[in-house]
């Protein structure tokens, strides 16, 4: 048996709360507190109250504040927490509580709730660009931005196209990564934006443009993100003119919000169906080096893998540290202009050529712990996949290390990873 509570509100249609219906109030409070809490509104057909009224469903006396009762069974434990709130919430009506002994309670993770619809999640009002925009001014807009991609509109206001980070890269020659590009010094910038500034928008934009209607459910939007492998969709209206833009961190911050604490309810011995852990979505084939590997072959190792990371272990398998092309540059910038030269020609880094005098030299002997960050945030292999898009959203992060009790490296887990353990979630069975 399992100690509960049963907290009984009876009131009517006509109860407000700052304006608001009584019923919605109560419920979006309670579910707010996400708690292991459930409850239900029921209206009555008929009944009265201290005052004298009455309420009733017959047609000659058509009732227009019929009697509502709000139900709500939640764990011993929690019952002041919520109790607190409601407290100041019933300006009419009588508030009661029971003792319930419940046999069981089971829920399920659904990771976002199916309710959410593409609207309430999207980033309004975003930022686009016209097809004879021209790439120098693209460029500016997303150093500007949190985001790698911008939609292209024609003169209606209708996406016609996308252009991101690998659209310019691959299209336009756009030498480094955007991030590397805004840590660059002022004369470097501009020489690369003169160098964009004679191309527009339409020559290397991504077409045709996959968008979602703002009405629609946002699991439909997840399922089109993962089949056509995109990172974001553009929003549209009705009209299908621009309204705004729908990436994979809108989703997680939705995630953060709504998701409930997982192991609170686990250890109130409810039972949970559906916990996707982090074990299960770890790429395990992520390249290790010892810290002694010399910097040279650590670029060599970027340049072929996929996950453009590096992960810095000792003998024993224990993560040391990580190295992408950032911790390069950081680490080579005050002394060595040619890294730019190494970064930005990436195929060609390992040919003596493009490591010309000293930087040639300086690759073979720096090693890898000479570079590599060492302060990481990391997470075990039975983590909660809402535990980890928590940290990957608020800390900004693209991938994030997986390591044992005894901190040996296991693999890594990315935003597309998680996305698609939620999203298997989500799909009813």
């Known amino acids: 048996m399992l100690d509960y509570k049963a907290i009984d509100i009876f009131t009517s249609e006509a109860a407000r709360h700052r304006g608001q219906p009584l019923t919605e109030a109560v419920v979006d409070y309670v579910r707010n507190l996400k708690i292991a809490a459930r409850c239900i509104v029921t209206r009555g057909i008929a009944g009265c109250d201290e005052s004298g009224e009455v309420a009733t469903v017959q047609l000659e006396v058509l009732s227009y504040n019929l009697p509502v009762r709000i139900y709500i069974v939640v764990p011993a434990g929690e019952a002041d927490r919520v109790l607190k709130g409601i407290d100041g919430m019933v300006g009419e009506g009588v508030v009661a509580l029971h003792d319930l002994k419940v046999l069981s309670h089971r829920t399920r993770n659904a990771f976002f709730p199916r309710r959410l619809l593409v609207r309430d999640v999207m980033t309004p009002s975003p930022k686009s660009v016209g097809v004879d925009t021209p790439l120098s001014d693209v460029t500016r807009l997303l150093l500007s931005s949190v985001f790698s991609g911008l939609p292209v509109v024609d003169s209606q206001d209708r996406p016609v196209g996308l252009i991101t980070q690998g659209d310019l890269i691959a299209r336009a020659e756009l030498p480094l990564r955007l991030g590397l ?249």
Request: hydrophobic share 40%.
């Open 181 to 429: 590009l805004a840590e660059s010094d002022a004369d470097r910038l501009e020489k690369v934006l003169d160098h964009l500034a004679a191309r527009k928008a339409s020559e290397v934009m991504t077409t045709p443009v996959i968008t979602i209607a703002r009405d629609r459910p946002l699991s439909e939007a997840v399922e089109k993100m993962l089949s056509k492998g995109v990172k974001r969709l553009p929003v549209v209206d009705a009209d299908g003119r621009l309204e705004g833009m729908l990436s994979r961190l809108d989703i997680f911050r939705t995630v953060m919000h709504t998701a409930p604490d997982w192991k609170t309810f686990t250890a109130q011995k409810i039972e949970v169906k559906d916990l996707k852990r982090v074990g299960g979505i770890l790429r395990r084939d992520t390249q290790t080096v010892g810290p002694d590997t010399p910097i040279s072959e650590v670029i060599r190792i970027i340049d072929r893998d996929d996950i453009q990371r590096v992960a810095v272990v000792d003998d024993a398998g224990r993560l040391l540290g990580l190295i992408s092309d950032r911790d390069l540059l950081r680490y080579f910038k005050p002394r060595e202009s040619g890294i730019w030269r190494v970064l930005a020609r990436m195929k060609s880094a390992v040919e003596k050529e493009a490591c010309a005098g000293d930087l040639s030299r300086c690759l073979e002997t720096t090693r890898a712990a000479d570079v590599m960050t060492a302060d990481l945030i990391t997470v075990g292999e039975e983590t909660l996949i809402e535990e980890a898009v928590a940290l990957m959203t608020e800390k900004a992060l693209k991938r994030l290390p997986v390591v044992d009790a005894d901190g040996r490296f296991k693999g890594m887990i990315s935003r597309d990873s998680l996305l698609r353990a939620g999203f298997q979630t989500f799909e009813p069975r």
